[in-house]
């Protein structure tokens, strides 16, 4: 895969978001439950904003694009692999979705280091930030229920 | 001019004073010798210090602390008894809005409760309310018969209890009273819950918790042991097939959480849950006269901060481990375990690792846990809600070394009732979904919910109080056979 142009990355990055509604979807669809369904569907509609975000993208929109500090709080960091079971409890989906953030937050971070070109990893360095955007949101909510139970 | 008399009458009158008689400490172990026994912690008080502390009570006019207590408890009358010397009076009208209040008295949350809002606490210590209960429901059962009430004429009306914690228990007793007849269905050979299989018996004396459950068969309620609903036979069965006119749900939240981290499938892992019930039910503490032991552990790790890693911590202390330690990823201040227990743990020896998270279990070539990688934890930065979370600390792990390692992190609710009644609606964390907590209704016509099954892990009394509410709709139920549909209307 090459990323040698702005466009290639963005091509790619829609692609990602693309996989991650259909995933998402597709385990909506096999829950049995209303509750657990919706819950699959409201991370299919943030990965759609994240689609339409991406979609957009022009390197004038990224020049602009501001950095912040995103707090990290790792708390898939040190889980092992999981992946989608029908019926699966409430905080073995925020797992699940915390991992898949994880890792895609991951593959940017790598590919800033692999690309030449300051447009290409700054485009890479926004597209890290928005997947720990996210991750810190599934990390704050699983970090909550956590601490009530105990943990 | 004002009359001497009037004068007298009007002059401020001097506010009696009364002697500030300090809160009376409870009676306990001796901290070193009860970490090797599975003996009560905590003696209860003496009838002179019952009494001592009953007079503290200043017989508010707005009581605070009734409102404070979830089911009501009429706490200025009861104690009024005590100083009285009525005991057997005090706990009858404690018995009228709690079950189990020598149960209550020894695990409730008082605190939080209704000792967070006494009066007293403004400048002294709050009177000590479920010291109090627990005297008057150990004297009760010392001293007094518990009379059987007069039930009233049998109505031909059977209900399904399933789970026999103090939700189902609690229902059972309120509708065995109103003519019904009654059967609990529990999966496990003993009825009580977490009352019997989670929570340690130097807390609560499994006696006490076996005396009211016979009690309830006494009143006519039918106990059958060792039956899962779900696999013997399921609810749409029990009302169609079985003639129950009306189930209630109360199953409780036991199926644990681990923590997905690498190493959890080594032998001497346990959840908290199996730990304590092989501990409690399997008599592993009396071993070798019961042959179920707990294997002996030099090094145990119980990981969570909350009543059930007090509870697994302090049994492995006395299940002969050298240390025992609590791993705890947040500060002491946010641990959601009762102070109390927190403070018991502490002077029994137990040693505290908080801010500390585990990312590995390490085991040997046989497949047994050796050790526990953790790393260091700092506070991050206050987020949005002004929470500040704890951060690891970069490459400040390190390894302790342990040969047994206890999950107590939380737990959801097993997935078996749900999954055998498709017509029962779920909330999104998986619990049972109900019209509101003072019907219990569920999306089930005739089938009610209540206890940790609605709520997630909470309370023995906020279980008790959802048992109570729910056996009122489902009195309610039975005469009129209204039901109710979420768009607020009723149906019949
Ligand atoms: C270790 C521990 C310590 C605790 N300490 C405290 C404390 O100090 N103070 C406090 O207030 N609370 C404490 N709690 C919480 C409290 O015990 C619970 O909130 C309370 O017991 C919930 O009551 P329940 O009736 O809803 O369910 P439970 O007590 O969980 O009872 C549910 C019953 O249903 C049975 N069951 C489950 N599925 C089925 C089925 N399919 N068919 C038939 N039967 C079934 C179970 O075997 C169980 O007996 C503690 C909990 C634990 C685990
Ligand atoms: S608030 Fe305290 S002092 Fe007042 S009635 Fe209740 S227990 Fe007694």
New interface residues.
Partial sequence: MSFARFSDIVTYAVEKETEAIRFYTEASQQE?????K??FLAFAEEEKKHKALFENLDPQVVANYKFRNI????RSD???E?EHKP?M???DIL?LAMKREEHAKKFYDDCVALVEGDEQKKLFQMLSQEESKHKLILE?MY?D??????? | MMSEEKQIKDAPKPKPKRPKIPRQPMPEQDAHARAKNFDSVTLGYTMEQAVTEATRCIQCKKPLCVPGCPVAIDIPGFIQLVKDKEFLKAAQLVKQTNLLPAVCGRVCPQEEQCEAVCVLGKKQDPVAIGRLERYVADYEAEHGEIPLPELPSKTGKKIAVVGAGPGGLTVAGDLIQQGHDVTIFEALHKAGGVLVYGIPEFRLPKAIVEREVEYLQRLGVELKLNHVIGKIRTIDQLMQEDGYDAVFIGSGAG?P?F????GENLNGVFSANEYLTRNNLMKAFDFPAYDTPIKKFKNVAV???????MDSVRSALRLGADNAYIIY??GRE????RTEEIDHAEHEGVKFKNLT?P??VLGNDEGWVTGLEC?QMEL??P?ASGRR????IKGSEFVLEMDAVVI?????AN?LI??TT?DL??????YI?VENETTGRTSKKGVFAGGDIVT??ATVILAMGAGRNAANAIQDYLQTGEWWSSNGSAEN
């Fill in positions: 049995q439950y209303a509750a657990a919706e819950t707090a990290d709080l790792k040190y889980m092992v999981t019926g409890p409430y905080v797992r704050t970090d229920t956590m601490a009530k139970a105990g943990d | 199926l959480w923590m997905d981290i690498p990981i969570g901060g909350g009543n059930v890693a990823r947040r946010e641990m959601p375990a998270a990312v590995r790393l991050g930065e987020d979370r704890p951060i690891p107590a992190i939380g737990t959801s997935p749900a999954q498709p609606a779920l909330n999104r964390k998986g979904e997630g892990s």
